[in-house]
């Protein structure tokens, strides 16, 4: 009888072995370089072109595979990756994972969100929690209800330390420090769900913004143990001027401007 409950043990490992994933094939997959061309500071965006931070630094080399691409960007020595992980939560959650291969220690996620609470078009938010609102089908159920998602205060940080010491080097850096706000952001799981009741019900709850990433970034850096903090510009105000609104010409130049900043000081810190 032992040896039969043995033989079946090492059945069942090698079964098991067997099908593991492979994760390091699965990240040449994703990512189209293997793990060790990753820098030891990430910079993760779901939308801006990784071109954009190549201007602050020499390119070490580049790398683009089937989910995300990106390049790593060296200047004095010093140097960090940027990563275009797409939209969603899915996506950026993965990528987020992934880096567990590597040798990334922090990361910044450079993100877009519609902003609440006297928030305007251009302005930075700082997120120094997130509320995990992730899951496209609950929102779509017949009876739901935005409190029904509020309920589960499924909070999650962002790395104190990080955030305030990204933080603090942007308002030592912006030419205007109101533009940088601090607070808590929404994750939702569907844009069609983002309808007046249930936004107003987020602005109401003190949340600064809703964005469809950050949530599971966070959960993700905290399971593979890695700093993570979120930035987001302010692309649309959805209770008062959504998305699908074109912006004013003085609200399209103060968000041109802000991007760049955004970019810019971003490569700096990731640098310094």
Request: aromatic letters at 10%; one cysteine or more; hydrophobic letters at 40%.
């Amino acid at each position: 009888m032992s040896e039969s409950r043995n033989l079946n043990d090492i059945r069942y490992t090698i079964y098991d072995v067997r099908n593991m994933m492979d994760k390091h094939k699965l990240f040449k997959y994703c990512f189209g370089c293997e793990p060790g061309k990753i820098a030891p500071t990430v910079v993760m965006t779901p939308f801006l072109a990784p071109e954009k931070f190549q201007e602050h630094g020499a390119v070490e080399h580049t790398f683009k595979g089937r989910l995300y691409s990106g390049a790593t960007i060296a200047k004095s020595g010093r140097k960090f990756t940027v990563i275009k992980c797409g939209i969603g939560s899915l996506p950026a959650g993965d990528a987020t994972l992934l880096l567990d291969l590597t040798a990334a220690e922090s990361l910044i996620f450079a993100g877009s969100c519609g902003g609440f609470g006297g928030c305007k078009t251009g302005d930075l938010i700082v997120c120094e929690s997130v509320f995990n609102g992730e899951g496209f089908s609950r929102y779509h159920k017949h009876g739901f209800k935005i409190d029904d998602i509020f309920k589960s205060e499924d909070f999650i940080s962002a790395d104190p330390d990080h955030t305030e010491s990204y933080r603090d080097f942007m308002l030592g850096k912006v030419s205007d420090s109101s533009i940088i706000k601090v607070g808590d952001i929404f994750t939702t799981g569907s844009l069609m769900a983002e309808k007046p009741e249930a936004l107003s019900a987020m602005a109401a709850k003190g949340f600064k913004g809703i964005d469809m990433e950050l949530s599971a970034v966070y959960h993700a850096a905290e399971v593979i143990d890695m700093k993570a903090a979120g930035i987001l510009i302010v692309s649309d105000l959805p209770l008062d001027k959504p998305v699908w609104e074109e912006m004013a010409r003085g609200e399209k130049s103060r968000y041109n401007s802000t991007m760049r900043e955004l970019v810019r000081y971003t490569s700096e810190f990731a640098l310094k």
